[in-house]
Every structure is written in C-alpha cells, then in structure tokens.
C-alpha cells in the first residue's frame, strides 16, 4: 500500500510513519513536507532508506510540485498532517496559518479530485468546535465555532474537504484528535516545554491560573486511530478522536512535575493569552464504533514522553534558540 504523508516530518506526521513501518511490511512511504521550523528531517532520518520511505521537500501550496508528486507516486491514500499549528504563532502571524491550513488544504483536496486519489485522510482539530466550557462535549454534528487564527484556519480547511465530499464526491474522511503529546514535539507546546525547562530548573510559564482544560491523547494511540480509519472509515465522515483524558494545564505541570522530582515553586503564572479557550471536550462513539479506544494510560504515557526527551537531548538542544522562541513566553529564566 502506497502512503504519501503531507507534514510527515512533523511531530504526529512523525509518528505516524514509524507507526506504519513497524505495522506494514509491505507500505511504501512518501513524505512530503515543506520542512518548517517544526518539520525536521532528524525525526524520521532512521528509518528513511530511500526506498520503502522517501521524502520529497515540497510545500502543499506549491500546485505544480505537489500535483506532479502524486502523479509520479501514485499514492493509495493521502493523509495530510501538513500544517501550521501554534496557536500562540497564529495570534503574531495569521498569515502562514491561512496560506497553509486553508489554501495548502484545498491544493491537496483538488489534486486528489483531478488524479482520483482513492482515500484522503484530512487532519482537522478538537479546536474547531471552539471553548467547550459549560457545554456537552461536542459530537461530530456540534456547530464550528473557532477562536485563534490557527482553528479558524484549521475549521476552514476541514469544512473546505466537507464540501468536497458533498460536491465532488471526494473520498475523504476527516479526523478532529484531542491534544497529542509524546516523543518528537516541538518545543514550544506545553508538555515538552514543561520537560526540558524543568530539566533546567528554569521556571514553567503557565498561562492565567493553569485551569484550562484540555483531552490529552498519546501520540501512538492517535497513529492507531488513523490506521483503523484507512481501513474501516467511512469515506466523507468524520470522526473526533478524544484522549477520554481531561486535565487541566496546572495538573499536567504538576504531573511533570512530580515525575521528574522537582519543585512545583517552579511554577510561574503569566499572563493569559487572547482568545484562550477554557475547555475542549468531545464524544467519540463513532471512532469507538470502528473499534478504536486509546491504550496508553496517562501516567505510563507522561512517563514515556519524559523519558524521552531527557534520553534524547541531541534532538531537541539546537532548538533552544532565540530564533525559534521569539514569540514565547519567556524561554529563558
Ligand atoms: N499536536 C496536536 O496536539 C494536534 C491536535 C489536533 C490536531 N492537530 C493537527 O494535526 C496535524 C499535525 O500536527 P503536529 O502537531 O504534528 O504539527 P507540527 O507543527 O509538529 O508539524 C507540522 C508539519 O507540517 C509541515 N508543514 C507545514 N506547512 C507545510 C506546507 N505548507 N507544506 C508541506 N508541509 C508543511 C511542517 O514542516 C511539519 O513537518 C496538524 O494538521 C494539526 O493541526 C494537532
């Protein structure tokens, strides 16, 4: 089975291509991915051969090269990761997040319309459904109602492949995930910026009282989810995929926290950011319909993750650079 992964180089895009090579022998894997701060090559430079895995430096919006790359690999699916995905970039820049998530999206849903791709799986967000708080957690049906540039983005693209499937038949099926977290993240999200700080003994910035909530999902549990869809989907549904794991941020710095044995005074709380969303929250009955649940338990997949980044500090120290956290909260003490 031939697999082309927009974004593969990406932290769940990743993690997905080492979940497919280890489950199937016979998948042929073309990455593409545009290599953007948070797309590394380093992520999946073990098991790229050249052969049975590829990668092809290309940039979804780039028309040309991405349609003469389906052409040329003839993919059986097409799962595209590939997007911009900080909230906190989106609020300095929007631009990025609408040229990618929206116009790179709809690049990838009308080449797979003109070269009749069998399957696009189109990666979507649990942050299209907007702040949950107060509310039941959203099913499938629940109304977008997006808060950052990035989820407007993201909920843009995801309705641009609804539209697809409605008009043109497109066979595609839209995944929303809960938060991932796991080995290969980015830096600047939450749990590995907790981590490698704490490594530091550098202070943890927290946004306003830490009381947000979010549903955290192992990143391997989620590459599962996409694997039973591939195969049991239904195309031109979509499908949330929860962590069943609700936490609030403070009780995830703290969980890092106390894993790692250091002091919770570390903890410092800053100013929250615009738009911030309290809650996200979903049902899951179709995809624990098809079969699917999450099998890592929280404690054993934090652990994991800690684990991780404190044996693989070649990966994740050339990225401590003022150039890459110019938009964060204070990176240094
Ligand atoms: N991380 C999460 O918790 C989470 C939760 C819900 C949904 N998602 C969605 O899952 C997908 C993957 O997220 P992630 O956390 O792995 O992101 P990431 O930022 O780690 O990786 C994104 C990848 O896309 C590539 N990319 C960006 N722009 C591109 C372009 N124009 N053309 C080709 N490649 C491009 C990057 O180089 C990178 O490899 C995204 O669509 C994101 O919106 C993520």
Not at 84 to 95: F, G, K, L, Q, Y
Not at 168 to 178: A, M, N
Not at 180 to 187: M, R
Request: charged share 25%; hydrophobic share 35%; proline share 7%.
């Amino acid at each position: 089975m031939r697999f082309l992964i927009t974004g593969g180089a990406g932290f769940m895009g990743s993690n997905f291509v080492r979940y497919i090579v280890g489950k199937h022998s016979d998948a042929e894997i073309l990455v593409y991915d545009k290599l953007t701060y948070a797309g590394r090559v380093e992520n999946i430079e073990d098991i790229l051969d050249g052969k049975r895995v590829r990668l092809v430096k290309g940039d979804i919006c780039d028309e040309g090269q991405f349609q003469e790359t389906v052409r040329d690999f003839k993919p059986d699916v097409v799962v595209n990761f590939a997007a911009e995905t900080h909230v906190d970039r989106s609020i300095n820049e929007p631009a990025p997040f609408l040229k990618t998530n929206v116009f790179g999206a709809f690049v990838v849903l009308e080449t797979a319309r003109k070269q009749d791709i069998p399957l696009i799986i189109h990666i979507s967000t649990d942050e299209v459904y907007g702040d949950m708080e107060g509310k039941p957690p959203a099913t499938e049906e629940s109304p977008f109602k997006p808060s950052s540039p990035y989820s407007a983005s993201k909920a843009s693209g995801d309705l641009l492949a609804q539209s697809y499937h409605r008009t043109y038949g497109l066979p595609v099926i839209i995944l929303r995930p809960s938060n991932n977290y796991g080995p290969y993240q980015f830096p600047e999200k939450l749990i590995p910026k907790t981590i490698i700080r704490a490594l530091y003994g550098y202070s943890i910035p927290i946004y306003g009282r830490g009381d947000q909530v979010r549903d955290w999902l192992y990143v391997e549990d989620f590459a599962r989810a996409v694997e039973i869809v591939i195969f049991k989907g239904k195309k031109g549904e979509a499908y949330n995929i929860p962590g069943f794991n609700e936490k609030t941020n403070l009780e995830v710095v703290k969980t890092i926290l106390k894993a790692m044995n250091k002091p919770l005074s570390l903890i410092k709380h800053v100013e929250d950011r615009p738009g911030h969303d309290r809650r996200y929250a979903m049902r899951g009955d179709k995809i624990l319909a098809l079969g699917w649940k999450p099998k890592t338990p929280w404690e054993e997949g934090i652990r994991k993750t800690i684990e991780w980044y404190i044996s693989n500090e070649w990966w994740w120290k050339p990225l401590l650079s003022d150039k890459y956290f110019s938009v964060e909260t204070p990176w240094r003490r």
